[in-house]
């Protein structure tokens, strides 16, 4: 069992501004995961990996395709209050759900 946080590069983000972002996406996909794989996620040790695409269109891409499967996903909009302008999507949290599952959607991915 994993999460999976993707991140946009292109937005050159600050590391605490990326830190945050990925905050986001890791509470709002959890809060829409089942209760049994939650609970299992959590058992194991909550595995996360956060992931980077290089644009919002490879984002959004993702997201449509994740969001027609059974796993929980949340796609983050940022409020603009500091160093993006407001309404700019940021990032996609995935999960928790089974690695494999996760992986088939995410496998091509590198680490941010």
Do not use: N
């Amino acid at each position: 069992m994993k999460q999976a946080i993707i991140m946009r590069t292109d937005l050159k983000m600050g590391k605490g501004k990326i830190a945050a972002q990925a905050c986001h996406a890791c509470l709002e996909s959890y809060k829409k995961a089942d209760k049994r794989k939650i609970r299992e996620w959590e058992i194991f040790g909550q595995k996360k990996v956060v992931l980077k695409v290089s644009s919002e269109e490879e984002l959004m891409e993702l997201y449509y395709i994740i969001k027609e499967s059974e796993l929980p996903c949340s796609l983050i909009t940022d409020a603009g209050h500091t160093q993006i302008e407001p309404s700019t999507k940021t990032c996609l949290g995935i999960g928790p759900g089974p690695d494999e599952e996760i992986d088939k959607f995410t496998g091509h991915l590198k680490l941010l």
